[in-house]
Protein backbone atom coordinates (compact mmCIF):
# COMPACT_ATOMS: atom_id res chain seq x y z
CA UNK A 1 0.00 0.00 0.00
CA UNK A 2 1.05 3.57 -0.25
CA UNK A 3 2.65 4.92 2.90
CA UNK A 4 -0.12 7.78 3.30
CA UNK A 5 -2.69 4.87 3.48
CA UNK A 6 -0.69 2.76 6.17
CA UNK A 7 -0.51 4.66 9.20
CA UNK A 8 2.99 6.01 8.45
CA UNK A 9 2.10 9.64 7.68
CA UNK A 10 2.07 11.75 10.08
CA UNK A 11 -0.70 13.95 8.72
CA UNK A 12 -3.00 10.49 8.26
CA UNK A 13 -6.49 11.74 9.53
CA UNK A 14 -7.21 7.99 11.13
CA UNK A 15 -4.63 8.94 13.62
CA UNK A 16 -4.63 10.66 16.81
CA UNK A 17 -2.92 14.22 17.08
CA UNK A 18 -2.61 14.04 20.54
CA UNK A 19 0.18 12.76 22.56
CA UNK A 20 0.54 9.33 23.99
CA UNK A 21 -2.62 9.68 26.78
CA UNK A 22 -1.93 10.19 30.56
CA UNK A 23 -3.69 7.82 32.65
CA UNK A 24 -6.31 10.11 33.64
CA UNK A 25 -7.49 11.39 30.42
CA UNK A 26 -7.15 7.33 28.86
CA UNK A 27 -10.87 6.16 30.61
CA UNK A 28 -11.96 9.15 28.77
CA UNK A 29 -10.61 8.61 25.76
CA UNK A 30 -12.22 5.00 26.13
CA UNK A 31 -15.84 6.52 26.42
CA UNK A 32 -15.32 8.65 23.68
CA UNK A 33 -14.73 5.45 21.66
CA UNK A 34 -17.81 3.84 23.22
CA UNK A 35 -19.68 6.95 21.85
CA UNK A 36 -18.29 6.28 18.25
CA UNK A 37 -18.93 2.68 18.15
CA UNK A 38 -22.17 2.57 19.72
CA UNK A 39 -23.56 5.35 17.07
CA UNK A 40 -22.45 3.49 14.65
CA UNK A 41 -24.13 -0.09 15.74
CA UNK A 42 -27.68 1.33 16.89
CA UNK A 43 -28.54 3.30 13.45
CA UNK A 44 -31.98 2.13 11.76
CA UNK A 45 -31.22 -1.28 12.81
CA UNK A 46 -33.68 -0.42 16.05
CA UNK A 47 -36.24 0.51 13.92
CA UNK A 48 -37.10 -2.69 11.98
CA UNK A 49 -36.22 -4.88 15.65
CA UNK A 50 -39.63 -4.42 17.04
CA UNK A 51 -40.81 -6.60 13.80
CA UNK A 52 -37.75 -9.53 14.22
CA UNK A 53 -39.74 -10.20 17.65
CA UNK A 54 -43.08 -10.36 15.85
CA UNK A 55 -41.48 -13.05 13.49
CA UNK A 56 -39.30 -14.94 15.68
CA UNK A 57 -40.99 -14.78 18.93
CA UNK A 58 -39.39 -13.23 21.93
CA UNK A 59 -37.43 -16.21 23.56
CA UNK A 60 -35.71 -16.37 19.94
CA UNK A 61 -35.46 -13.24 19.23
CA UNK A 62 -33.47 -12.64 22.78
CA UNK A 63 -31.10 -15.67 21.82
CA UNK A 64 -30.38 -14.25 18.88
CA UNK A 65 -29.37 -10.89 19.84
CA UNK A 66 -26.67 -12.19 22.67
CA UNK A 67 -25.78 -14.68 19.99
CA UNK A 68 -24.85 -12.24 17.22
CA UNK A 69 -23.54 -9.71 20.09
CA UNK A 70 -21.11 -12.13 21.35
CA UNK A 71 -19.91 -13.34 18.15
CA UNK A 72 -19.45 -9.54 16.69
CA UNK A 73 -16.83 -9.09 20.00
CA UNK A 74 -15.02 -12.00 19.09
CA UNK A 75 -14.39 -11.64 15.35
CA UNK A 76 -13.59 -7.71 16.03
CA UNK A 77 -10.80 -9.26 18.40
CA UNK A 78 -9.44 -11.19 15.56
CA UNK A 79 -9.82 -8.09 13.60
CA UNK A 80 -7.63 -5.82 15.91
CA UNK A 81 -5.05 -8.70 16.86
CA UNK A 82 -4.04 -8.68 12.84
CA UNK A 83 -4.07 -4.69 12.62
CA UNK A 84 -1.98 -4.62 15.32
CA UNK A 85 0.17 -7.45 14.16
CA UNK A 86 0.41 -5.20 10.61
CA UNK A 87 0.61 -1.90 9.02
CA UNK A 88 -2.93 -0.94 7.98
CA UNK A 89 -5.01 1.80 8.90
CA UNK A 90 -8.20 0.58 7.00
CA UNK A 91 -10.17 -2.42 6.94
CA UNK A 92 -9.06 -3.01 3.04
CA UNK A 93 -5.55 -2.37 3.67
CA UNK A 94 -5.54 -5.07 6.51
CA UNK A 95 -7.39 -7.57 3.92
CA UNK A 96 -4.74 -6.14 1.00
CA UNK A 97 -2.01 -7.08 3.93
CA UNK A 98 -3.00 -10.63 4.25
CA UNK A 99 -5.13 -11.74 0.89
CA UNK A 100 -3.92 -10.16 -1.76
CA UNK A 101 -6.00 -7.18 -3.82
CA UNK A 102 -8.51 -9.80 -4.13
CA UNK A 103 -9.23 -9.73 -0.44
CA UNK A 104 -8.51 -5.78 -0.80
CA UNK A 105 -10.96 -5.79 -3.57
CA UNK A 106 -14.06 -7.88 -1.62
CA UNK A 107 -13.70 -5.95 1.86
CA UNK A 108 -14.07 -2.81 -0.13
CA UNK A 109 -17.54 -3.89 -2.34
CA UNK A 110 -18.53 -5.04 0.85
CA UNK A 111 -18.23 -1.64 2.94
CA UNK A 112 -19.38 0.18 0.51
CA UNK A 113 -22.88 -1.95 -0.16
CA UNK A 114 -23.04 -1.29 3.66
CA UNK A 115 -22.67 1.93 4.41
CA UNK A 116 -24.20 3.19 1.20
CA UNK A 117 -27.47 0.82 2.07
CA UNK A 118 -27.66 2.19 5.74
CA UNK A 119 -27.30 6.13 4.86
CA UNK A 120 -30.17 5.31 2.48
CA UNK A 121 -32.21 3.61 4.82
CA UNK A 122 -30.96 6.56 7.19
CA UNK A 123 -32.60 9.04 4.45
CA UNK A 124 -35.80 6.91 4.28
CA UNK A 125 -36.83 6.66 7.51
CA UNK A 126 -36.23 10.95 7.67
CA UNK A 127 -38.50 11.27 5.08
CA UNK A 128 -41.16 9.02 6.83
CA UNK A 129 -40.74 11.18 10.28
CA UNK A 130 -41.29 14.75 8.44
CA UNK A 131 -43.58 13.49 5.43
CA UNK A 132 -45.01 10.65 6.11
CA UNK A 133 -45.62 7.37 3.47
CA UNK A 134 -49.13 6.17 2.41
CA UNK A 135 -51.55 6.59 4.37
CA UNK A 136 -49.55 8.09 7.65
CA UNK A 137 -48.72 11.67 7.48
CA UNK A 138 -45.62 13.17 8.86
CA UNK A 139 -45.02 15.38 11.50
CA UNK A 140 -44.48 18.47 9.07
CA UNK A 141 -47.79 17.61 7.41
CA UNK A 142 -49.49 17.36 10.45
CA UNK A 143 -48.96 20.24 12.25
CA UNK A 144 -48.91 22.74 8.83
CA UNK A 145 -51.25 20.15 6.13
CA UNK A 146 -49.99 18.89 3.09
CA UNK A 147 -47.69 21.35 0.93
CA UNK A 148 -45.51 20.88 -1.66
CA UNK A 149 -42.62 22.62 0.65
CA UNK A 150 -43.37 20.23 3.37
CA UNK A 151 -43.12 17.34 0.14
CA UNK A 152 -40.47 14.06 0.81
CA UNK A 153 -38.17 14.89 -1.65
CA UNK A 154 -37.73 18.82 -0.43
CA UNK A 155 -38.06 17.29 3.64
CA UNK A 156 -35.06 14.71 3.09
CA UNK A 157 -33.29 17.61 0.52
CA UNK A 158 -33.78 20.28 3.20
CA UNK A 159 -32.07 17.66 6.32
CA UNK A 160 -29.21 16.79 3.72
CA UNK A 161 -27.77 20.43 2.84
CA UNK A 162 -28.23 22.07 6.72
CA UNK A 163 -27.41 19.16 8.90
CA UNK A 164 -25.84 16.23 7.49
CA UNK A 165 -23.45 18.18 5.04
CA UNK A 166 -21.97 20.74 7.64
CA UNK A 167 -21.46 17.26 9.58
CA UNK A 168 -20.05 15.09 6.55
CA UNK A 169 -17.52 17.73 6.27
CA UNK A 170 -15.26 17.16 8.83
CA UNK A 171 -12.15 15.24 7.90
CA UNK A 172 -11.49 13.44 11.64
CA UNK A 173 -13.61 10.54 12.83
CA UNK A 174 -12.37 11.75 16.66
CA UNK A 175 -14.08 15.24 15.76
CA UNK A 176 -17.54 13.49 15.73
CA UNK A 177 -17.65 12.21 19.26
CA UNK A 178 -19.68 14.84 20.78
CA UNK A 179 -21.97 14.29 17.85
CA UNK A 180 -22.15 10.60 18.67
CA UNK A 181 -23.01 11.62 22.36
CA UNK A 182 -26.41 13.36 21.67
CA UNK A 183 -27.30 10.39 19.41
CA UNK A 184 -26.94 7.77 21.93
CA UNK A 185 -28.82 9.93 24.18
CA UNK A 186 -31.62 10.14 21.28
CA UNK A 187 -31.53 6.78 21.44
CA UNK A 188 -31.99 6.37 25.11
CA UNK A 189 -34.53 8.88 25.10
CA UNK A 190 -36.22 6.94 22.44
CA UNK A 191 -36.37 3.98 24.11
CA UNK A 192 -37.23 5.31 27.68
CA UNK A 193 -40.12 6.81 26.31
CA UNK A 194 -41.44 3.26 24.80
CA UNK A 195 -40.97 1.30 27.51
CA UNK A 196 -43.14 4.11 29.82
CA UNK A 197 -45.93 4.21 27.21
CA UNK A 198 -45.33 0.25 27.23
CA UNK A 199 -45.59 0.12 31.24
CA UNK A 200 -48.80 2.29 30.66
CA UNK A 201 -50.55 0.76 28.51
CA UNK A 202 -49.99 -2.87 30.76
CA UNK A 203 -51.06 -1.07 33.59
CA UNK A 204 -54.82 -0.20 31.63
CA UNK A 205 -54.25 -3.83 30.22
CA UNK A 206 -54.08 -2.40 26.28
CA UNK A 207 -51.43 -4.79 25.21
CA UNK A 208 -52.02 -8.56 23.83
CA UNK A 209 -49.48 -10.96 25.32
CA UNK A 210 -46.49 -11.79 23.30
CA UNK A 211 -45.60 -14.30 20.93
CA UNK A 212 -42.61 -16.42 23.11
CA UNK A 213 -41.72 -18.73 20.07
CA UNK A 214 -42.81 -18.48 16.38
CA UNK A 215 -45.62 -19.35 14.83
CA UNK A 216 -44.70 -22.33 12.70
CA UNK A 217 -48.18 -22.75 10.67
CA UNK A 218 -47.18 -22.58 6.98
CA UNK A 219 -44.31 -22.50 4.65
CA UNK A 220 -44.59 -18.53 4.27
CA UNK A 221 -44.39 -18.68 8.26
CA UNK A 222 -41.23 -20.88 8.17
CA UNK A 223 -39.43 -18.87 5.64
CA UNK A 224 -40.24 -15.73 6.99
CA UNK A 225 -37.72 -16.73 10.25
CA UNK A 226 -34.85 -16.63 7.46
CA UNK A 227 -35.92 -13.07 6.33
CA UNK A 228 -35.72 -11.50 10.28
CA UNK A 229 -31.99 -13.16 10.97
CA UNK A 230 -30.16 -10.71 8.31
CA UNK A 231 -32.04 -7.73 10.31
CA UNK A 232 -30.73 -8.71 13.79
CA UNK A 233 -27.07 -8.58 12.19
CA UNK A 234 -27.33 -5.98 10.43
CA UNK A 235 -28.35 -4.16 13.40
CA UNK A 236 -24.88 -5.03 15.21
CA UNK A 237 -22.38 -4.23 12.07
CA UNK A 238 -19.90 -1.51 12.91
CA UNK A 239 -16.78 -3.13 11.71
CA UNK A 240 -15.67 -1.12 8.97
CA UNK A 241 -15.28 1.69 11.50
CA UNK A 242 -13.07 -0.45 13.27
CA UNK A 243 -9.92 0.92 12.35
CA UNK A 244 -10.93 5.13 12.01
CA UNK A 245 -11.74 4.80 15.69
CA UNK A 246 -9.30 1.72 17.32
CA UNK A 247 -6.26 3.59 15.32
CA UNK A 248 -7.49 7.10 16.63
CA UNK A 249 -7.85 5.70 20.26
CA UNK A 250 -3.75 3.92 20.09
CA UNK A 251 -4.36 1.17 22.31
CA UNK A 252 -5.88 -2.46 21.29
CA UNK A 253 -6.92 -3.05 25.07
CA UNK A 254 -8.01 0.23 25.40
CA UNK A 255 -10.58 -0.50 21.95
CA UNK A 256 -11.50 -4.00 23.35
CA UNK A 257 -13.00 -2.31 25.72
CA UNK A 258 -14.91 -0.01 24.11
CA UNK A 259 -16.48 -2.70 21.65
CA UNK A 260 -17.49 -4.60 24.90
CA UNK A 261 -19.28 -1.58 26.46
CA UNK A 262 -20.82 -0.76 23.52
CA UNK A 263 -22.45 -4.06 22.72
CA UNK A 264 -23.78 -4.49 25.89
CA UNK A 265 -25.36 -0.83 25.85
CA UNK A 266 -26.29 -1.61 22.14
CA UNK A 267 -28.09 -5.16 23.10
CA UNK A 268 -29.59 -3.42 26.09
CA UNK A 269 -31.26 -0.95 23.88
CA UNK A 270 -32.20 -3.50 21.24
CA UNK A 271 -34.04 -5.79 23.90
CA UNK A 272 -35.70 -3.28 25.37
CA UNK A 273 -37.03 -1.67 22.22
CA UNK A 274 -37.70 -4.75 20.58
CA UNK A 275 -40.00 -6.21 23.36
CA UNK A 276 -41.60 -2.87 24.45
CA UNK A 277 -42.48 -2.04 20.92
CA UNK A 278 -43.76 -5.31 20.61
CA UNK A 279 -46.03 -4.80 23.50
CA UNK A 280 -47.28 -1.55 22.58
CA UNK A 281 -48.32 -2.72 18.58
CA UNK A 282 -48.35 -6.60 18.78
CA UNK A 283 -48.58 -8.08 15.33
CA UNK A 284 -49.67 -4.51 13.35
CA UNK A 285 -45.56 -3.77 14.40
CA UNK A 286 -44.57 -2.12 10.97
CA UNK A 287 -40.81 -2.87 9.58
CA UNK A 288 -40.14 0.72 10.67
CA UNK A 289 -41.63 1.14 14.13
CA UNK A 290 -41.51 5.45 13.46
CA UNK A 291 -44.66 4.36 11.01
CA UNK A 292 -46.84 3.34 14.25
CA UNK A 293 -46.09 6.21 16.08
CA UNK A 294 -47.40 8.10 13.22
CA UNK A 295 -50.87 6.24 13.06
CA UNK A 296 -53.83 6.58 14.73
CA UNK A 297 -54.71 2.59 14.37
CA UNK A 298 -53.79 0.39 17.03
CA UNK A 299 -54.90 -0.62 20.57
CA UNK A 300 -52.63 1.54 22.19
CA UNK A 301 -53.61 5.95 22.22
CA UNK A 302 -50.81 7.70 22.17
CA UNK A 303 -50.14 11.03 22.76
CA UNK A 304 -49.72 13.60 20.08
CA UNK A 305 -46.93 15.33 21.89
CA UNK A 306 -45.43 12.16 22.76
CA UNK A 307 -45.90 10.82 19.64
CA UNK A 308 -43.99 13.38 18.04
CA UNK A 309 -40.82 13.52 20.60
CA UNK A 310 -40.53 9.77 19.57
CA UNK A 311 -40.56 10.42 15.97
CA UNK A 312 -38.08 13.70 15.77
CA UNK A 313 -35.70 12.51 18.58
CA UNK A 314 -34.65 9.36 16.46
CA UNK A 315 -34.62 11.08 12.89
CA UNK A 316 -32.55 13.63 15.07
CA UNK A 317 -30.55 10.53 15.85
CA UNK A 318 -30.47 9.26 12.46
CA UNK A 319 -28.73 12.66 11.33
CA UNK A 320 -26.35 12.78 13.38
CA UNK A 321 -25.16 8.74 13.02
CA UNK A 322 -24.94 9.78 9.10
CA UNK A 323 -21.77 10.71 9.10
CA UNK A 324 -20.44 8.12 10.88
CA UNK A 325 -21.14 5.94 8.17
CA UNK A 326 -20.27 8.09 5.32
CA UNK A 327 -16.97 9.08 6.92
CA UNK A 328 -16.14 4.93 5.96
CA UNK A 329 -17.88 4.88 2.75
CA UNK A 330 -15.99 8.08 1.65
CA UNK A 331 -12.70 6.39 2.45
CA UNK A 332 -13.13 3.00 1.03
CA UNK A 333 -14.46 4.19 -2.60
CA UNK A 334 -11.41 7.00 -2.34
CA UNK A 335 -8.86 3.85 -1.52
CA UNK A 336 -10.33 1.84 -4.85
CA UNK A 337 -10.72 4.70 -6.90
CA UNK A 338 -7.33 6.84 -6.54
CA UNK A 339 -4.98 4.17 -4.42
CA UNK A 340 -2.05 6.10 -5.49
CA UNK A 341 -3.01 9.24 -4.45
CA UNK A 342 -2.19 11.79 -0.93
CA UNK A 343 -4.74 10.84 1.37
CA UNK A 344 -8.11 12.21 0.77
CA UNK A 345 -7.75 14.77 3.62
CA UNK A 346 -4.82 16.24 2.12
CA UNK A 347 -6.91 16.91 -1.23
CA UNK A 348 -9.75 19.61 -0.75
CA UNK A 349 -11.12 19.66 -4.05
CA UNK A 350 -11.49 15.40 -4.41
CA UNK A 351 -12.56 15.24 -0.69
CA UNK A 352 -15.48 17.66 -1.50
CA UNK A 353 -16.31 16.11 -4.80
CA UNK A 354 -16.45 12.47 -3.12
CA UNK A 355 -18.58 13.95 -0.38
CA UNK A 356 -21.27 16.01 -2.49
CA UNK A 357 -21.47 12.81 -5.14
CA UNK A 358 -22.21 10.12 -2.29
CA UNK A 359 -24.78 12.65 -0.48
CA UNK A 360 -26.57 13.47 -3.83
CA UNK A 361 -26.54 9.42 -4.63
CA UNK A 362 -28.02 8.16 -1.08
CA UNK A 363 -30.43 11.43 -1.77
CA UNK A 364 -31.74 10.24 -5.10
CA UNK A 365 -31.90 6.48 -4.42
CA UNK A 366 -33.90 7.27 -0.77
CA UNK A 367 -36.35 8.99 -2.67
CA UNK A 368 -36.63 6.31 -5.31
CA UNK A 369 -37.25 3.36 -2.42
CA UNK A 370 -40.09 3.10 -0.41
CA UNK A 371 -39.59 0.49 2.66
CA UNK A 372 -36.12 0.08 4.45
CA UNK A 373 -36.82 -3.80 5.21
CA UNK A 374 -35.65 -4.92 1.80
CA UNK A 375 -32.37 -3.37 2.07
CA UNK A 376 -32.50 -5.05 5.49
CA UNK A 377 -32.50 -8.35 4.02
CA UNK A 378 -29.94 -7.65 1.28
CA UNK A 379 -27.57 -6.43 3.59
CA UNK A 380 -27.78 -8.71 5.75
CA UNK A 381 -27.35 -11.76 4.35
CA UNK A 382 -24.62 -10.87 2.35
CA UNK A 383 -21.92 -7.39 2.53
CA UNK A 384 -22.98 -7.46 6.36
CA UNK A 385 -22.45 -11.20 6.67
CA UNK A 386 -18.95 -11.17 5.10
CA UNK A 387 -17.64 -8.29 6.89
CA UNK A 388 -18.77 -9.16 10.45
CA UNK A 389 -18.29 -12.71 10.09
CA UNK A 390 -16.35 -14.30 7.16
CA UNK A 391 -13.71 -11.80 6.50
CA UNK A 392 -12.74 -11.67 10.53
CA UNK A 393 -12.30 -15.68 10.57
CA UNK A 394 -10.41 -15.43 7.82
CA UNK A 395 -7.92 -13.49 9.93
CA UNK A 396 -8.75 -15.96 12.86
CA UNK A 397 -7.61 -18.92 10.54
CA UNK A 398 -4.45 -16.81 8.61
CA UNK A 399 -2.77 -15.96 11.87
CA UNK A 400 -2.86 -19.24 13.03
CA UNK A 401 -1.48 -20.91 10.16
CA UNK A 402 1.85 -17.92 10.48
CA UNK A 403 2.30 -19.08 14.01
CA UNK A 404 2.57 -22.99 13.18
Not at 65 to 83: G, P, Q, S
Not at 135 to 164: A, C, D, K, P
Not at 363 to 392: D, E, H, K, R
Amino acid sequence: MDPSRTGTSADVPLLSQQNSPTRENNQWMIWRAVFNVSTTIIGAGIMSIPATLKVLGVIPAFMLIVLVAILVEITVNFMLRATYAGQSTTYAGLMKENFGKTGSLAVQICVMITTLGCLIMYLIIIGDVFSGKGEHLGILQEWFGIHWWNSRYLSILFTVLFVVLPLVLYRRVESLWFSSAVAIILAIVFVGICTVMAFIAIAKGQIVRPRMLPELNSTKSFFNLFTAIPVIVTAFAFHFNVHPIGIELGKPGAMTTAVKISLVICAAIYFSIGIFGYLLFGDSINADILVNFGMSSGSVAISPILNDVVRLSYALHLMLVFPLLNFSLRANIDELIFPKKEHLSTDTKRFMYLTLILLALSYLVAIAIPSIWYIYQFMGSTSNACLAFIFPEMFMVYLQGKTR
